[in-house]
């Protein structure tokens, strides 16, 4: 591995004695590790044999080499997500300092990891929304918070500046900021390679402009977590400084996880608390709806009497009752990419229920038709081929995979029509 004279310089300073044993562990393969959702039982998982459990996340694992993800069905299934553990720290500072309903917004979220663990760690009557300005990185977004499950999320695809029509809205905001990515140089080679000094004087300028931008979105009093995948002190340290002196925090914590030291690639996360005085939340007001459209597949989820339904530009959702007025604000005022629970579109008058409702938490398998397929058949499907099911229900029918929603089929009898989305089709034989 080919370093910058000027990155072995930082890293001597910051590691001083442990230098040697840091560029030693830089040599080392990268770890492979990931985080269970609690739609299984960990036991279920043979991806878990001869694991190591995270010590500070109860449901992350650290593997002794990395499996063939890609055609492990319980994976795009959302039986689990695939992070760094070290990033998995984040579940030790909301345990710490955070109880009760809030509002969170993730603001830089793709792919997803600390989105779907922040799913996992708020109660059920919270709202995420998780953020991620570019297009494509959004979509993956998407797909990960929709296979999480939960009916407590939003993702959009806004620049952090669009989010201060809300006002002061959020009790916590998580900013893991673009970096200089020095925490992933045993991951992607090409970081090594676009290293520089000037580069890192960047990002830390970025990083703040980005902070300040979302700085009016967060309560007096509100919790900032804020991460990066690097080690250097201009992009961690004297920006946490920077913000708790000029924007006004009390810096709670902030820990280094270095590869020599730690499970996991490299990674610098620090909690601040806003001591700076903030605006109200600004007044939430949606344009004037018609009654709740007309649904049957509300009809699905466990507590239908829970959730109102709204009207999207891509479908029908579910959302919370209590907070519908600010789930529809943020569907009609932000590039939304999901929403509550996607419930069905139309094609004609045919409603053709959506995929996100065969994987969400919120549906109640009970109520509808189901076929338990073997894992073949499984990966036929998640390839979007063409599947015989042991069904004599005709219409809509869920495929599971050890008893683990993965999406639709429309049994017609004679065939089924696969209703796997094809932009997320296994391609791999």
């Given at each position: 591995m080919n370093l910058n004279p000027d990155f072995i310089s930082l890293i001597q300073q910051q590691t001083g004695a442990d230098a040697e044993k840091f560029?030693?562990?830089?040599q080392e393969p990268q770890s492979t590790s990931?985080?269970?959702n609690n739609k299984i039982e960990a036991a279920d998982l043979e991806i878990?044999?001869?694991?190591?459990?995270?010590?500070?996340?109860?449901t992350g694992y650290s593997l002794p080499s990395r499996p063939d993800f890609t055609l492990d069905p319980m994976l795009h299934g959302g039986a689990y997500y695939v992070q760094e553990a070290?990033?998995?720290?984040l579940e030790s500072i909301i345990s710490k300092y955070i109880t009760g309903s809030v509002r969170c917004l993730d603001l830089c979220a793709a792919p997803g990891g600390k989105s779907t663990h922040l799913a996992s760690l708020l109660s059920s009557d919270s709202l995420i929304i998780s953020n991620e300005i570019m297009p494509q990185r959004a979509n993956i977004l998407a797909e990960n918070m929709i296979?999480?499950?939960?009916r407590n999320t939003i993702v959009t695809n806004n620049k952090p500046s669009d989010f201060k029509k809300l006002g002061a809205i959020f009790d916590i905001v998580v900013a893991d900021v673009p970096c200089s990515g020095e925490g992933m140089f045993r991951k992607e080679p090409q970081a090594v390679e676009q290293w520089s000094l000037d580069n890192v004087m960047m990002c830390a300028e970025r990083q703040k402009d980005i902070t300040s931008d979302i700085w009016s979105t967060l309560k007096e009093g509100g919790l900032l977590v804020y991460s990066t995948c690097t080690f250097n002190h201009f992009e961690d340290e004297d920006n946490v400084e920077w913000v708790a002196s000029e924007l006004g925090a009390e810096i709670l914590e902030q820990r280094h996880f270095y590869f020599h030291e730690t499970i996991?690639?490299?990674?610098?996360i620090a909690a601040l608390r806003k001591t700076s005085a903030a605006g109200g939340a600004a007044k939430i007001k949606p344009s004037k709806q018609k009654k709740s459209p007309a649904t049957a597949t509300v009809k699905l989820l466990k507590e239908p009497s829970e959730y109102a339904v709204i009207e999207t530009s891509e479908c029908l959702c579910a959302v919370p009752q209590a907070d519908k007025e600010l789930y529809t604000y943020v569907a009609e005022n932000f590039r939304t990419l999901k929403c509550g629970v996607p419930l069905c579109s139309f094609k004609g008058k045919d409603e053709i229920p959506a995929h996100a409702l065969a994987v969400?938490?919120?549906l109640d398998v009970s109520k509808t038709a189901v076929c338990n397929v073997d894992k073949p058949t499984a990966l036929s499907y998640l390839r979007r081929e063409a599947i015989n099911i042991d069904s004599t229900e005709r219409g809509y029918v869920l495929i599971t995979y050890n008893n683990l929603p993965l999406g639709w089929v429309k049994n017609l009898g004679n065939r089924c029509n696969n209703l796997y989305p094809d932009y997320w089709r296994i391609r791999k034989q």
């Amino acid at each position: 591995m080919n370093l910058n004279p000027d990155f072995i310089s930082l890293i001597q300073q910051q590691t001083g004695a442990d230098a040697e044993k840091f560029f030693e562990a830089l040599q080392e393969p990268q770890s492979t590790s990931v985080r269970i959702n609690n739609k299984i039982e960990a036991a279920d998982l043979e991806i878990l044999n001869s694991s190591r459990p995270i010590p500070y996340c109860a449901t992350g694992y650290s593997l002794p080499s990395r499996p063939d993800f890609t055609l492990d069905p319980m994976l795009h299934g959302g039986a689990y997500y695939v992070q760094e553990a070290s990033s998995m720290y984040l579940e030790s500072i909301i345990s710490k300092y955070i109880t009760g309903s809030v509002r969170c917004l993730d603001l830089c979220a793709a792919p997803g990891g600390k989105s779907t663990h922040l799913a996992s760690l708020l109660s059920s009557d919270s709202l995420i929304i998780s953020n991620e300005i570019m297009p494509q990185r959004a979509n993956i977004l998407a797909e990960n918070m929709i296979k999480w499950g939960n009916r407590n999320t939003i993702v959009t695809n806004n620049k952090p500046s669009d989010f201060k029509k809300l006002g002061a809205i959020f009790d916590i905001v998580v900013a893991d900021v673009p970096c200089s990515g020095e925490g992933m140089f045993r991951k992607e080679p090409q970081a090594v390679e676009q290293w520089s000094l000037d580069n890192v004087m960047m990002c830390a300028e970025r990083q703040k402009d980005i902070t300040s931008d979302i700085w009016s979105t967060l309560k007096e009093g509100g919790l900032l977590v804020y991460s990066t995948c690097t080690f250097n002190h201009f992009e961690d340290e004297d920006n946490v400084e920077w913000v708790a002196s000029e924007l006004g925090a009390e810096i709670l914590e902030q820990r280094h996880f270095y590869f020599h030291e730690t499970i996991g690639e490299g990674f610098y996360i620090a909690a601040l608390r806003k001591t700076s005085a903030a605006g109200g939340a600004a007044k939430i007001k949606p344009s004037k709806q018609k009654k709740s459209p007309a649904t049957a597949t509300v009809k699905l989820l466990k507590e239908p009497s829970e959730y109102a339904v709204i009207e999207t530009s891509e479908c029908l959702c579910a959302v919370p009752q209590a907070d519908k007025e600010l789930y529809t604000y943020v569907a009609e005022n932000f590039r939304t990419l999901k929403c509550g629970v996607p419930l069905c579109s139309f094609k004609g008058k045919d409603e053709i229920p959506a995929h996100a409702l065969a994987v969400s938490k919120a549906l109640d398998v009970s109520k509808t038709a189901v076929c338990n397929v073997d894992k073949p058949t499984a990966l036929s499907y998640l390839r979007r081929e063409a599947i015989n099911i042991d069904s004599t229900e005709r219409g809509y029918v869920l495929i599971t995979y050890n008893n683990l929603p993965l999406g639709w089929v429309k049994n017609l009898g004679n065939r089924c029509n696969n209703l796997y989305p094809d932009y997320w089709r296994i391609r791999k034989q």
